[in-house]
């Protein structure tokens, strides 16, 4: 056969690399089993090119090796469409990509269903090298493009986690974020640096945790009444296999995204895991790990993991649906039994015949275990933890066999995917004896270290790059903290100086102050009588006329309805002193601040005080000053005395943080108030259009969400930038010692 | 005038929670004005009901509002052929004929309308009206009752010291799970498993008080889903249209509230 094959296609192949030729009969034959007798032609045709092309033999045999099976997966003609696609990037400065491209493609290829699917993924790739590789003009040379080879080497692993339309947005942001950084470029491609994970983040298929994370802590609080929080590891690309969640004395530990799973959806996923864990964490016992072998913790987890399902599906008859389709169904004589621990595939299908009584375990001994299983749960009974490690040591001493202890284990479809990892019941010695030692927590890596104490979680938030026009997902770290207090006295003797002011605004606040009662003449059903309508009315009837039946008049209250945040920037820039007075602008802001607080306070509309600095976009400082919620005293006053400038101006950032407090605020009107003494701006960010353009988005993302944003700025040459960000929301005041008159005034004709 | 007809003629069906009914019998022993605050659909209202009936006092109802004004409690001169002509107000007409006369949610109304009370509910036990010129001495019947939720205290509308300060309290809130699920079940007539379960998914919501809900699923509304399910609407469908889509517009808490009831009802 192998005989008359090589003969067949005698003189075909022409390539002269030794290592190919000692391959050729083996390759020869395998292509035969797949390909059509024209097809093998541009087959080897195509070897025949890649021989030619002066890059060894290494893409020839990668060729050879794959082409067959994809070409027998896609039809006619994908020989051809890779061969020239082949030749295209050969020609091209970028021809050491070939062989990356031809040792992934079948990976890749698996995930590809259609030919036009397989164009689409070959044009991406046309799109980053025109977008990466580098012209110097007036040199007629053209440089190859950095990213392309390690982009070409992580293409399984991409495909294997977005849609082609992912992998594009992924490619396009990284090649226009780096063009001219080839380091971080490759970096990016290489899936090593942070921004690459964070935009696959946003580019997965599935459903993110982020996405479902309000509703997922919702039912958390609601259905489970618990209040430890979420910590999410990441499924992350450089760890063999995928962690599991767990629970433990102080979290939830879920993934950060769920794919689709037999037809159940991530969010349910995420409801099923919660409630798996929910339920350990209200029936489950502790148990001492170091009294099991492995082999018989598994089948004790088993056991006792049926158990829980068990309790809640009997709870929550709902949940059975979304177990059972999650369950893997392990059918009969799957594992082979020789040469392979089955120790897996027992307990995966003891595991299913525990909780899904349709499902027949063929085989006595599970059935027998069964029986015990539902005694022990049977007349709404819970059973414990112990009554399960019973069950299981019984069922292990009874179903050992040698080949459990075989290094290869049988893996496929053992995994219950809702559940943890059970380390909540399993209590070991070693971990107890040294109580004081604190585990970190292992999904968890911070490139920056930021010293969070008693701050909030620190918050993440999007910047818009202006350049790509996307978001930078996760781009900025907020971290809120409570302003330290100095002496409320201070403020005191600030509003002093200023008394003369005080009582003028007192005058303006009386005016604005609502009016308390309006009339409103003409109604049907009123309050009063009104009089004059009245008497009209009676000598209508009198006269034999129809009376005109509105003779009352109500009252009504006009009030106000306004909802105000401060933000206040604390950068370095306003330790400037004015050498006229010598004041700093910063102690100008305590005193604008100090009035405009007493303005707002006098009028009564909900007001919050906060001020923002950052260093990097790893550290946005957002210090809260005042709460709605509190009352302008002395623990404000003595926040406001203790303000210090330190570090720059990341705008965007704290806009939005602060825009997420007004947002719960219900008013008619929400205005956030900003005042700075300069453009946005960060040591980070070197483009000093970057921060101002993002400053300018934060402006519309408020706008659309009924916030009105206004700014206050001191500097005199704002000018130039801050219509950009504000549009005409702003204004500038020139002379800074006016400031603390100025701002309750601003204030009080915004709000008019 | 025919103040019988404001009388209640059937019991109305009231489990009580705790010692309120001797509490309330006690309190209109010696006259003295009441108010039971407590979240809303709790029972407040049932309870003075039923309590009007164990007296056998006939009860007139006010539902306070913004635009409540005190000639709307008072009374005032309408126009008729020969002119004007008076009209007793709710209020006045339980002074005069021996009524409990019950304000309903009455921090809903403004705080000045509510000082036309105070003489009412001190040792005078008068109410004058100035239009009219008269004064009237309450009837020994008379008792005034109001009722207020804490939950939608704001600072604009809190009942004044002065008016506070005149009446007894009586705390209300959602029964224990289990007079909950007796309350249904003779209420709207269904059987325990089903009353079970809704109070569950009634608890589930009240865990989130606080978390973007202002007010947890109230017995009012379980007992609306009950009446539901008795029309023949399954019981998913039922409590999502009497138990959640009420009570918010925030998506997530409507998915987590439906997903909850699908998870208890399977």
Known sequence: ?752 | MDISQYKIENEPFYDAQSNEVELYEAAYQARLPIMVKGPTGCGKSRFIEHMAWKLGKPIITVSCNEDISASDLVGRYLLDANGTRWVDGPLTLAARYGAICYLDEIVEARQDTMVVIHALTDHRRELSLDKKGELIKAHPDFQLVISYNPGYQTMMKDLKQSTKQRFCGLDFDYAEPAVEADILQKEANIDREIANKLVKIGETARNLKGHGLDEGISTRLMVYAATLINQGITPVEACKMAMVRPITDDADIRETLDNAIEMIFG
């Not at chain 1, 890749?108 to 980053?128: F, G, P, S």
């Not at chain 1, 809702?418 to 909540?424: E, G, I, L, M, V």
């Open chain 1, 1 to 752: 056969m192998n005989e008359a094959l090589l003969a067949k296609y005698e003189g075909k192949f022409t390539c002269k690399f030794p290592q190919a030729i000692e391959f050729y009969p083996e390759l020869l034959s395998h292509a035969d089993t797949y390909l059509s007798d024209e097809e093998m032609d541009t087959y080897l045709n195509g070897a025949n090119f890649l021989c030619s092309i002066g890059q060894g033999v290494d893409p020839v045999l990668a060729y050879m090796e794959v082409m067959p099976e994809i070409s027998a997966h896609f039809g006619a003609g994908t020989n051809k469409l890779i061969s020239d696609y082949a030749y295209q990037i050969a020609r091209s400065p970028n021809k050491k990509a070939l062989l990356p491209l031809l040792s992934t493609l079948s990976t890749v290829c698996r995930r590809i269903d259609t030919l036009e699917d397989l164009q689409t993924y070959l044009n991406l790739i046309n799109e980053c090298v025109e977008l990466t590789q580098t012209v110097i003009h007036g040199h007629h040379s053209i440089h190859e493009s950095p990213g392309l080879i390690p982009l070409l080497m992580n293409m399984p692993q991409l495909i294997s986690r977005l849609s082609l339309d992912g992998i594009r947005n992924f490619m396009v942001y990284g090649a226009k974020n780096y063009a001219s950084s080839p380091k971080e470029q490759v970096a990016y491609f290489a899936l090593e640096s942070h921004d690459s994970k964070a935009i696959i983040q946003r580019e997965r298929v599935g459903t993110t945790f982020k996405k479902v994370e309000r509703h997922l802590d919702m039912l958390k609080t609601s259905v489970w009444n618990c209040d430890l929080p979420f910590s999410v590891f990441s499924t992350d690309f450089d760890q063999i296999r995928e962690p599991e969640p767990y629970l433990d004395d102080q979290l939830l530990a879920v993934p950060d995204v769920y794919e689709n799973q037999n037809g159940i959806s991530g969010i349910n996923r995420y409801r099923a895991m919660l409630a798996h864990l929910m339920g350990h964490k209200r029936w489950s016992g502790k148990l001492m790990a170091d009294n099991y072998a492995p082999h018989m913790q598994l089948i004790v987890s088993i056991f006792e993991d049926a158990r829980i399902d068990t309790l809640l599906m009997r709870e929550y008859p709902g949940l059975k649906k979304l177990f059972l389709a999650l369950h893997p169904y392990p059918e009969k004589g799957r594992c082979p039994e020789e040469g392979i621990s089955c120790l897996r595939y027992r307990a995966t299908r003891l595991s299913r015949a525990l909780i899904d009584p349709d499902f027949d375990p063929e085989d006595p001994l599970m059935d027998t275990l069964r029986t015990e299983f539902n005694d022990i749960l049977k007349n709404e009974q819970e059973g414990s933890t112990t009554d399960m490690s019973d069950l299981g040591t019984k069922y292990y001493v009874r179903s050992r066999q040698k080949t459990d202890s075989l290094p290869d284990i049988y893996f496929d479809d053992t995994e219950v995917s809702y559940r943890d990892d059970n380390r909540c019941i399993w209590h070991h010695y070693e971990e107890y004896d040294e109580a004081d030692e604190i585990i970190p927590n292992e999904y968890e890596s911070d490139e920056k270290v930021v010293d969070t104490a008693d701050s909030l979680p620190p918050r993440y938030y999007d910047e818009w790059d202006y350049i790509s026009e996307t978001y930078r997902p996760d781009w900025a770290t907020v971290y809120e903290r409570l302003h330290p207090s100095g002496d409320a006295s201070v403020v005191d003797r600030l509003m002093d100086k200023h008394g003369a002011l005080a009582k003028r605004l007192k005058k303006m606040i009386e005016m604005l102050k609502p009016q308390n009662k309006k009339r409103i003449r003409f109604q049907e059903e009123g309050e009063e009588l009104d009089l004059d309508v009245a008497l009209r009315s009676i000598i209508d009837f009198k006269s034999g006329q129809i009376p005109d039946p509105r003779i009352n008049y109500s009252h009504t209250t006009d009030s106000r309805n306004i909802a105000v945040m401060l933000l206040v920037d604390t950068s370095e820039s306003l330790n400037q002193r004015n050498p006229e007075t010598g004041q700093t602008l910063l102690e100008l802001s305590q005193e604008a601040l100090a009035i405009t607080a007493w303005t707002v306070e006098q009028l009564g509309d909900k007001f919050a005080i906060a001020g923002f600095s950052s260093d990097t976009r790893h550290e946005v400082r957002y210090q809260h000053i005042k709460g709605y919620s509190e009352k302008y005293g002395d623990t404000v006053k003595a926040r406001i005395g203790a303000m210090k400038a330190s570090y720059s101006t990341r705008m965007g950032a704290a806009m939005r943080h602060a825009a997420h407090y007004l947002e719960g605020q219900e008013a008619e009107k929400k205005i956030m108030l900003i005042l700075t003494d300069g453009e946005p701006a960060d040591i980070d960010t070197k483009d000093p259009q970057m921060l101002i353009r993002d400053t300018h988005k934060a402006v519309e993302e408020l706008q659309s969400k009924g916030i009105y944003s206004y700014c206050i700025t001191l500097d005199p040459n704002a000018d130039e930038y801050v219509e950009d960000i504000f549009g005409s929301q702003y204004t500038v005041i020139d002379h800074v010692e006016k400031l603390p008159e100025q701002l309750p005034q601003v204030f009080m004709k915004l709000t008019h």
